[in-house]
């Protein structure tokens, strides 16, 4: 039971997830196959909506600007950093800091992981491992959204008695970059809000945000 | 002259294609009530109620030709477009196979294919 209590935070957002994921996925079928009524085609199985490039699409476009989003707050606080903000680090130590900051090669400590220790090639591939994994997860839900937003929009084509589009042409077109911009701006706006609001503002208990009482000019403190 | 089949972009759009020829093939050999039943519901519809006459009646009077030769059908989810040497047509999935929304269909640069019969 301890052990579950130590996990609530991974346990409760991948359930949310899988929550929200079978939510879309039935709200989704029901809207597409609404539009098809209204435009006289035929419905699909819930199966076959959810191996469709229209649920592809969906789903891509917001994993690839979800995981675009934090690859930049974890790139950009790395140089970047906000007076006054639990989200910065402290002004001075902007940039990727020092071996003994980061506690790399010889200044590893005892549990420090292997790959830490070792230096070279290996240390430099996990001093980076979060931002590799963030940034390929991005880049693999962003090809995923070009190609299956690109057989969705030929399937609208079709419907709309147009020939389709090749890959490139979608890919330059107003269909993928509108649906990739419309995430980019919330993301980045959530993100930028959060840096600034955490300023002035509290929640108890949360490391996100300053202790209560903490002054408003205090950099890289968190609660 | 109705052939089969194809290249295409989706996993297998000869299905559709076969629609496509099996129009066409009642349209040519003057099969009306066989080309009405391979109608999508809308397309039948207003086929009917434009030419203010039962289907078999209402497409014998589009004058639809021999396409010719097929050419390339591309199939993406519920639609295929199938290209015919002199004419397109365009084919939707329904449960109960692939019917045809649009036939008749020539090209019209930077615009919907301007098609004989169609549904809306």
Not at chain 1, 142 to 164: F, H, I, K, T
Not at chain 1, 204 to 210: H, I, L, T
Not at chain 2, 74 to 86: A, D, I, K, S
Not at chain 2, 94 to 108: L, N, R, Y
Request: aromatic residues 10%; negative net charge.
């Amino acid at each position: 039971m301890r052990r579950l209590r130590d996990h609530t935070l991974s346990l409760t957002f991948g359930g949310l997830f899988l929550a929200a994921l079978v939510g879309q996925a039935f709200a989704g079928w029901a809207a597409f196959n609404s539009d098809q009524v209204a435009a006289g085609l035929g419905q699909l199985r819930l199966v076959e909506y959810l191996t469709s490039a229209n649920f592809a699409v969906d789903v891509a476009e917001n994993w690839q600007s979800e995981y675009l989003q934090f690859l930049l707050y974890i790139l950009g606080t790395v140089w970047l950093v906000q007076r006054g903000s639990p989200e910065s680090k402290e002004l001075d130590k902007a940039g990727v800091e020092s071996e003994r900051d980061q506690k790399v090669g010889r200044y590893a400590v005892g549990d420090s992981p292997r790959w830490a220790r070792s230096g070279g090639a290996r240390t430099a591939v996990f001093s980076w491992s979060l931002s590799l994994m963030m940034g390929s997860i991005f880049l693999a839900s962003w090809a995923v959204q070009s190609v299956a937003g690109w057989a969705s929009y030929n399937e609208e084509q079709l419907e709309r008695l147009q020939d389709p589009l090749t890959w490139v042409q979608y890919a330059f077109g107003s269909d993928f970059w509108s649906r990739t911009l419309q995430n980019w701006q919330s993301e980045f706006l959530a993100v930028g809000s959060m840096a600034v609001l955490s300023i002035y503002l509290r929640q108890r208990g949360s490391p996100e945000s300053k202790p209560v009482g903490q002054p408003h000019t205090s950099t890289g403190v968190e609660g | 002259m109705v052939a089969t089949v194809l290249s295409g972009c989706a996993a297998s759009p000869a299905p559709a294609a076969a629609i496509g020829d099996q129009f066409y093939r009642a349209v040519v050999g003057a099969d009306w009530p066989t080309a009405c039943a391979l109608l999508a519901p809308e397309t039948k519809a207003s086929l009917e109620q434009t030419a203010g006459k039962a289907c078999p009646a209402a497409l014998q009077d589009e004058e639809l030709s021999d396409p010719g030769p097929v050419g390339r059908a591309v199939e993406y989810g519920t639609m295929t477009q199938v290209r015919y040497e002199q004419d397109t047509v365009f084919l939707a999935r329904f449960q109960s196979g692939w019917k045809v929304m649009a036939a008749g269909c020539s090209p019209v640069p930077g615009h919907p294919y301007d098609c004989r019969v169609q549904g809306g």
